[in-house]
């Protein structure tokens, strides 16, 4: 008896969040999706600050992967990877509201060419992929360009979600395999389909072999690679990687597997492959889960609250950014200063004795009452540097203060000079100082060498730089150095 009210306890809690999460999906969906991204990187950000279990998880997973990087220099991977996480989630989710080939238009591809030829001869393609990048986005773009697209995938928490998300994928012309389906799969390969499956982590209710990432061993789901095998398919590795216009899907052919039918040698290759690919964008990984070990099970109260939590921050959010006056970009602003002037597609340009000083670019941008200052999102600033050279300064959001001649910026922040780069979750530039400052993380690259901290005080050119706590330094080339060390060469 007590098994039966059990079970009818987790139905109605499973179909509870499925009622919660349904309208504010909907909402997302109908949101352009520019705006729906934003919002989700925001929402990103407010979750990798309430919720501490995840924080001292990805904590602990970064720290197994790179054991060499300071605390801080880790907790700004992952607060990067809250943002980017949420900004998948919501990018996806509208664009499941548009039309299919809508989303091709975020996506280029490298190795495509290649993945095409195997599907002319007619064989069929297994592509290993792992939880890096927006892959749902990728996968949609694939299939547009190739037929017979498909993928493998568990069913979530609730069944109607499930049914809900592989409904999703249907509008881009992609079936779903659940992933004990393997007849299922081998004959969608024998018929020269294309199969994408996930398989950096160990899978419940599948064979899983031993591998190792980042000199830590693990478990990886042995079936994608034997399936292939046995319908005679090839295989390639697929990444979805950062990139300027969106996202770039990175294809390359695995080497041919052998006869023996023995998974271990592709799955270590693949594991090698996205060790390299993750080391290059860190932010892009999923570092939320068991990265090194067996999935564990949350409670349907744990996930319900996360999920409506950061959905709902993000369906609020949207609500704000579109009432009349208002802005995300002026939100906290009260009192006689605040915003009267909404604007898009801003250019300003700050000019003295005949000479342009500064020119700011924003996506959008709320002016003072006063005119006093701007505040701006997705904020490009080219400006002069003591050497009177070029630089440039991008950040997710930022305010300029127009007499101060003062630029408070934050998110992920980055200064492009020709002494070398600057990354950053906080910013402050004083041009009336010719000073950069930051209170937070922040990484310096000059040619092959690193130096990482927190706290540093700049000039704008990055000719000179201090770091006040936590250094580190990582040298290749020394020459490259000399202006961030003391006189006696310290």
């Known amino acids: 008896m007590s098994r039966s009210i059990q079970d009818y306890w987790k139905l109605a809690r499973r179909t509870a969040l499925y009622l919660v999460l349904r309208p504010i999906i909907e909402v997302f969906r109908r949101l352009p999706p520019r705006i729906s991204a934003r919002i989700g990187g925001l929402a990103g950000s407010l979750a990798g600050r309430v919720f501490p279990h995840e924080i001292r998880r990805g904590r602990e997973n970064i720290a197994r992967a790179f054991p060499e990087m300071s605390p801080a220099e880790r907790d700004f991977i992952l607060q990067d990877h809250f943002r980017q996480l949420g900004r998948s989630v919501a990018e996806y989710l509208s664009y499941t509201g548009r039309e299919p080939g809508a989303a091709s238009a ?24 792992g939880h890096f990048g927006n892959w749902e986005m990728a996968a949609a773009a694939f299939a547009r360009e ?7 995938a568990r069913e979530l928490y609730d069944i109607n979600l499930s049914r809900f998300v592989d409904r999703m994928r249907g509008r881009f012309g992609i079936t779903t395999f659940d992933n004990r389906d393997s007849i299922g799969i081998y004959r969608h390969l024998r018929k020269g389909g294309v199969i994408f499956t996930l398989v950096d982590q160990e899978s419940r209710k599948v064979a899983n072999v031993p591998v190792s990432i980042f000199g830590v061993e693990t478990l990886a789901p042995s079936g994608p690679v034997l399936l292939a095998l046995r319908a005679g398919a090839d295989l390639f590795s697929g990444f979805t990687c950062p990139d300027p216009a969106g996202h770039l899907a990175l294809f390359e052919e695995m080497p041919p597997a052998s006869g023996e039918e023995r998974p271990e040698p592709s799955l270590a290759e693949f594991m090698r492959r996205l060790e390299a690919v993750v080391r290059r964008w860190p932010e892009a990984w999923v570092w939320l889960g068991a990265r090194w070990g067996r999935p564990a099970r949350e409670s349907a109260a744990g996930i319900a609250v996360k999920a409506f939590i950061l959905l709902m921050a993000s369906a609020i959010l949207a609500g704000c950014s579109r009432e009349p006056g208002s802005s995300a970009a002026g939100a906290g602003i009260s009192g006689d200063n605040r915003p009267n002037a909404q604007m898009h597609g801003v250019r300003l340009f700050q000019v003295s004795k005949g000479k342009t000083e500064v020119e700011i670019y924003a996506v959008e941008a709320v002016q003072a009452r006063g005119g006093g ?42 200064v492009e000079t020709e002494n070398g780069n600057l990354d950053a979750a906080d910013l402050l530039w004083d041009e009336g100082k010719k000073s950069l400052t930051s209170k937070g993380f922040v990484k310096v690259t000059k040619g092959d060498n690193v130096l990482t901290g927190t706290g540093m005080e700049a000039d704008p050119g990055l000719e000179e730089v201090v770091i006040k706590d936590n250094v580190r330094i990582l040298v290749r080339e020394p020459e490259e150095l000399k202006p961030l060390m003391d006189k006696e060469g310290n």
């Open 373 to 414: 200052w701007v505040d701006g999102r997705d904020v490009r600033v080219i400006y002069h540097t003591t050497e009177g050279k070029k630089a440039v300064l991008q950040a997710t959001t930022a305010r300029y203060y127009i007499f101060k001649k003062i630029l408070e910026a934050s998110g992920k922040v980055r």
């Open 146 to 152: 190739v037929p017979g697209t498909a993928v493998v």
């Open 106 to 129: 975020r996506v280029r591809f490298s190795g495509l060419d290649k993945v095409r030829e195997a599907v002319a001869r007619g064989k069929g393609v297994v592509v290993l992929t």
